[in-house]
């Protein structure tokens, strides 16, 4: 998280240009963008009744199954390939198959050798990214998005004092950058949101990537339907490729892997996928060593909590905790007179921007006092 340098608040629709892209913002007031709210990147770890919490990255099986690709290539390349072609290799040009046999041998014990530790050095190479990420992650505490209280508690890491934003007076942004490498233009994308605590005077802000524009936005969307109660379940914004079941936990896992096999075989049956799909996709989870990466990704699910609880301060844990539904804080008549008009304009021309509508909404607002003074 960073500090915010400039309290001046924009509003939704601004922009501000710079050097190589542009920023543009969807809040403060959060509007609704008529995108659909879904959590592409995977960052929202827990939804409540209460609280939605934001996560630093979400454990994912591909990650894991990539760790262990690589190094399980190296040693099926030089411990089943290699022999087996030296085996042909004996036969064609050796003395017959005792000889072929001899030779598969020595290229057993060779390949072994060469593989154990080009496997191992591998495989460090592909833990540093997750181990590094590991160690930034410890004391990082979560943002959580209160519905009950209408406000978002996001901890500086510098502080363990927590900057309490009210929701309609948070700042939210994507932000569009170009540059130009020996590759051609390079297009970056990115996501954040920020604030200042009115009782402190405090600020703070969080950026997140993203691979587009638009995915960015629905990553917003995502969070303002949970605070308008539009959307209640982790389910609703996120579907681990459609492998999650009734009762399922909500994050990927050993869980996953079976209704993935269940899928596969269903699809087989169904005439969706020839022969080859089944036989591919056994070869695949085989390299990968079956279902250890899903177990691997259960682990760090654990891990991650246990680091995250520990981080999260007390004043948060009471914040997070649930109110009398008489105390709930209510959208204001601006905000819901703003979006209906948003809402209106979408409907009569879908294919707009939703920065561009919210722009035009606060454009009449900002004409409706001067007609009336004529």
């Not at 160690?135 to 209280?149: A, E, H, K, M």
């Not at 490498?181 to 997140?208: A, I, M, N, W």
């Not at 591919?280 to 899903?294: A, K, M």
Request: hydrophobic share 40%; proline share 8%; with cysteine.
């Amino acid at each position: 998280m960073k500090k915010i340098a400039d309290n001046k608040a924009p509003r939704a629709g601004n922009s501000d240009t710079f050097k190589s892209g542009k920023v543009t913002y969807l809040s403060p007031l959060p509007l609704p963008t008529g995108l659909p709210p879904v959590d592409h990147s995977h960052i929202v770890a827990e939804v409540t009744d209460e609280y939605l919490e934001l996560g630093a990255f979400t454990p994912n099986v591909f990650g894991w199954q990539l760790t262990l690709a690589m190094p399980m290539f190296v040693v099926v390349s030089l411990c089943i390939v290699l022999p087996v072609i030296s085996f042909f290799g004996g036969l064609v040009w050796g003395e017959g198959i005792l000889d072929a046999i001899g030779i598969v041998a020595l290229a057993f014990s060779e390949g072994l050798k060469y593989a154990t530790g080009f496997g191992i050095v591998i495989l460090l190479i592909a833990l540093f990214p997750t181990l590094q990420a590991h160690f930034r992650l410890r004391g990082v505490v979560p943002t959580r998005f209160n519905r009950q209280r209408r406000e978002v508690c996001l901890v500086p890491s510098d502080s363990d004092t927590p900057v309490i934003v009210p929701w309609e007076e948070l700042q939210a942004w994507v932000v569009q950058a170009e540059g130009v490498t020996q590759y051609g233009v390079q297009r970056q994308f990115g996501f954040g949101f920020g604030g200042t605590d009115p009782k402190t005077g405090k600020g703070t802000s969080l950026e997140l990537m993203s691979a587009g524009l638009p995915l960015a936005i629905s990553t917003w969307e995502a969070l303002r339907a949970y605070m308008e109660y539009q959307v209640n379940s982790l389910a609703e914004i996120q579907d681990p490729l459609e492998l999650q079941k009734p009762g399922d936990p909500p994050w990927e896992g050993v869980h996953t892997f079976y209704n993935a096999r269940d899928r596969m075989r269903r699809r087989r049956r169904e005439g969706e996928v020839g022969w080859y799909y089944p036989f591919f996709w056994y070869c695949y989870h085989l390299l990968t060593l079956w279902t250890l990466p899903n177990h691997l990704t259960e682990w760090e699910v654990r891990k991650l909590k246990r680091l995250n609880r520990r981080a999260t301060p007390e004043a948060a844990q009471r914040w997070s905790e649930p109110l009398p539904e008489a105390q709930w804080a209510k959208p204001s008549d601006e905000l819901k007179r703003l979006s209906e008009k948003v809402r209106q304009k979408q409907k009569a021309n879908p294919g707009r921007l939703p920065y561009e509508v919210f722009a035009e909404v606060y454009s009449e607002e900002d004409r409706v006092p001067q007609a009336s003074n004529l």
